[in-house]
């Protein structure tokens, strides 16, 4: 990001940050709402000579208000002599099949769209309404969820997507001038009732955090905007330093952990995450990260850590860190019914233990690998049991439902472990998992319960391997 790409309260041109021609045609990820309005407005004034397709989902969500917005944006288009690609889609059901939450499954769908467009008509831009405040938010929330460098450059104003690229233009407006915008020249627009619903976290942030910091800090979200320019320059310094290390010092054989060992920590992190990537084709998360840096620094020639894509690192004899396939636990499928005692778990060194305790009570801490639950021994037994993880697996925390493998990777499981650590099911919905903990429906039960029978449940692995 540089001074020229955004400028407090200033339209940049998505043309010449993209290096296209003044004439290429534009793709406007179009919602109706005051930020699209007030882009679309922006565009068609200031660069009159851009053709423009506008795009807009129906996530199929919020039930007739979803489809006042889809009607609206069809009449802006219809006003505007502009053309509008609609795509109606069941996210609910989406989210459900594949077990993703419903910010992510729209997120996947709509963007999939733009990017099909965007082959089909041959379109090189896709141009977003994000704005200043957008982009102070995706900050804090990556503040808050653990991140590096990278995370706090926050919102690019421009970056490579598909055939061309995504733009955003408005980054140097606030939501409170954009607002202004539409009622200074008389835009109308529609407003989604799902952003004021702060049982999501970035609504929460939004209508908390972001107020208070405006009110202690003027033009906050500004100031944020041109600490990610400065820190977004640190960072691509960063990358061409890892990227030179990399090259220089590796080979078929793998990467120098010698060489590894002398480097700075920042460019280590670097050099190891860009060096998997280049072998594997993915990423790597920070547990993963943090593993590969403690065995760099080690050296143990006898020490393995798996990584994502089934494979696992070690240190060889003659200074190289390589890859070789990870052994998977030969634990197949299994559903286990809730037993008192002691209950191995096949081909694991995993346990679960049950046991009665009348000393128990609703004060009792839950601890990662303990769970405390209430009520009669044989209606606990008919409604829930256990089973091991499926792919697309959630669990129902904070009122959103989040993808357990993630859960489990944030934590340090190893991927063998997570195939064979036993879920607590009521039907096909999880209840309870080790290392993560209960799930909202669970929660509440168990408040409610807390002066029936006490039954505590301890997953036990072997050697302490968590």
């Known amino acids: 990001m540089t001074e020229r790409l955004v400028q407090k309260g200033k339209l940049t041109d998505p043309r010449k940050l993209a290096g296209v021609a003044s004439n290429a045609p534009v793709l406007l990820a179009f919602s109706g709402g005051a930020d699209s309005v007030a882009l679309l407005d922006m565009m068609q004034k200031e660069y009159p000579s851009a053709p423009i397709l506008l795009a807009h989902v129906n996530h199929g969500i919020r039930g007739e208000e979803a489809l006042h917005d889809r009607n609206f944006c069809e009449n802006v288009a219809k006003e505007r002599g502009l053309e509008i690609a609609i795509l109606d889609v069941d996210i609910p059901a989406l989210a459900k099949e594949k077990g993703q939450s419903l910010e992510e499954a729209a997120r996947e769908v709509r963007y999939a769209f733009f990017a099909d ?18 982009h102070l938010e995706t900050v804090l929330f990556r503040i808050a969820r653990g991140t590096g460098l990278a995370g706090l450059c926050g919102i690019a104003p421009i970056r490579p997507f598909e055939v061309g690229h ?9 939501k409170k001038e954009i607002l202004e915008y539409c009622q200074a020249h008389g835009l109308d627009y529609v407003i989604d009732s799902t952003n004021a619903d702060i049982a999501y976290a970035r609504n929460r942030i939004r209508a908390e955090v972001l107020h208070v910091l405006e009110s202690l800090f003027a033009d906050s979200s500004h100031r944020a905007v041109q600490m990610s320019k400065e820190l977004c320059e640190d960072e691509a310094y960063l990358q061409e330093l890892a990227k030179k290390f990399v090259e220089e010092n590796t080979t078929v054989r793998g990467i120098s952990y010698l060489h590894l060992q002398k480097a700075h920590p920042a460019i280590r992190r670097r ?10 084709n993915t990423s790597l998360e920070y547990v993963h990260l943090q593993a590969l840096v403690s065995l760099v620094e080690s050296g143990d020639t006898t020490a393995r850590v798996a990584l994502p894509g089934g494979v696992s690192a070690y240190c060889t004899a003659r200074g190289r860190m390589s890859l070789t396939k990870t052994k998977p636990q030969p634990v197949g499928d299994y559903t286990i019914p809730l037993t008192l005692g002691k209950t191995q778990i096949p081909n694991t060194d995993i346990s679960i233990c049950i046991t009665k305790d009348e000393k128990l009570n609703g004060a009792d801490k839950q601890a990662q690998n303990v769970l405390v639950l209430f009520g009669e021994w044989e209606d606990l037994q008919k409604e829930l049991a256990w089973r091991n993880r499926r792919e697309g697996d959630v669990i129902l925390r904070g009122k959103m439902h989040r993808q357990l493998r993630r859960l489990w990777a944030e934590k340090g499981i190893s991927i063998e472990m997570r195939q064979a650590l036993p879920l607590l099911c009521r039907g096909e919905e999880i209840v309870w998992a080790p290392f993560v903990g209960m799930s909202d429906d669970l929660k ?17 692995v072997q050697n302490n391997a968590f």
């Open 117 to 134: 467009l965007m082959k089909e008509r041959k379109i090189p831009l896709l141009v977003t309404a994000h704005h200043a405040d957008d």
């Open 166 to 174: 995504l733009v955003r233009p408005l980054l140097g407006f606030t």
């Open 271 to 280: 050099a190891l995450q860009m060096w998997f990537e280049k072998e594997r």
């Open 444 to 460: 509440e039960k168990i408040a409610k319960d807390d002066k029936s029978s006490a039954y505590k449940i301890e997953i036990n």
